[in-house]
C-alpha cells in the first residue's frame, strides 16, 4: 500500500502529464480537439510547491467512470496526510466531502488522516435534486450503493472505517451548522453543473476552519465546474490555483 503511494505520485504523475502533454500536441497539429477539456486560466502549481511529500499509503486503486485519477487520489492524500492534525499525538479533527459516490477517496482519506473523522454527504439514490444536473451526471446519482467501497473494506480496516460518518441529503439543502468552521479540510466532488459547484463552494468556504483547505474535482473537464470556479477567483481574488497535470483546484493558506 506504501508502495502504491510512491506510485501515484512519484510515477504516474509524472508520466500522466507527459503522455497528456503529447496527447494535446498531437491533437492541436491534427485539428482535432478534446470536448471533455476546456481552457482553463486559473494558475498552474505543481502539488509540492503547495505542502511537503510525506509517505501515504493507498488501496482501492482501480478506477471506475466517475473516480479520481491515481494521480490525483495521491496527490489528495498528500494534502489530508499534511495536515497538522494527522498525525498522533494531536487531537482529532474533521475532513468534509461532498459527494461519496463509491466511497473511494473517502476509505483513502481515512488511512492518511489518522487522527481524523471523515464526515461524507451523499445524495440517497434515485432523490430528486435541489438545482439543475448534467444530463451526463445522472447516471453517478442512479448508483445501488454510497460508499460501497470503504462498507467493503471494513472486515481490513477497522480502525479506519470507523471514523467515516456516512450521511446522506442534497448537497444544496443540507444543514450543516453542526460542522461549520470545524472542517481542516474539504473535498468538493458533488453534482458537476454549475449551480451546484457555486452552491457547494460557498459551504465549503463555510465548513472549512481558520486553516482549512479545501480541494475541487473536475476542473477542466466539466464545463459547471470550470466556469464556477474561474467565476470565484474573478470575484474574490481568493487565490484559486490548478494543480499541474491533474483536475484539482485547491484553496490552501
Not at 501515484?8 to 500536441?25: C, G, N
Amino acid at each position: 500500500m506504501r508502495w502504491l503511494g510512491f506510485y501515484s505520485t512519484e510515477v504516474y504523475h509524472p508520466i500522466s502529464m507527459i503522455t497528456d502533454s503529447l496527447r494535446d500536441y498531437f491533437r492541436r497539429i491534427g485539428g482535432k480537439k478534446d470536448k471533455r477539456q476546456q481552457k482553463t486560466s486559473l494558475p498552474r502549481i505543481h502539488w509540492k510547491s503547495a505542502i511537503q511529500r510525506k509517505p501515504i499509503v493507498l488501496c482501492e486503486l482501480q478506477k471506475a467512470d466517475g473516480n479520481v485519477r491515481i494521480s490525483e487520489l495521491g496527490i489528495i492524500c498528500q494534502f489530508a496526510r499534511s495536515l497538522k492534525g494527522a498525525e498522533p499525538p494531536q487531537g482529532e479533527g474533521l475532513i468534509f466531502e461532498i459527494g461519496t459516490f463509491d466511497g473511494r477517496t473517502t476509505l483513502n482519506f481515512a488511512l492518511n488522516a489518522e487522527n481524523y473523522k471523515i464526515v461524507t454527504l451523499d445524495l440517497p439514490s434515485k432523490s430528486q435534486t435541489e438545482l439543475r444536473v448534467e444530463p451526463s451526471e445522472k447516471k453517478y446519482i442512479k448508483k445501488h450503493i454510497s460508499g460501497e467501497r470503504f462498507i467493503k473494506n471494513a472486515a481490513r480496516f477497522p480502525e479506519s472505517v470507523k471514523k467515516i460518518r456516512q450521511l446522506y441529503g442534497d448537497s444544496a439543502a443540507f444543514d450543516y451548522a453542526e460542522f461549520e468552521g470545524k472542517c481542516d479540510m474539504v473535498f468538493v466532488d458533488g453534482s458537476h453543473s454549475y449551480e451546484y459547484l457555486r452552491k457547494d463552494s460557498e459551504t465549503a468556504f463555510r465548513l472549512r476552519s481558520k486553516e482549512g483547505i479545501i480541494i475541487w474535482h473536475d476542473y477542466g473537464v466539466w464545463e459547471g465546474v470550470t466556469r464556477g470556479l474561474e467565476e470565484i477567483e474573478r470575484e474574490t481574488k481568493i487565490g484559486l490555483k490548478h494543480i499541474a497535470g491533474t483536475s484539482l483546484v485547491v484553496l490552501k493558506r
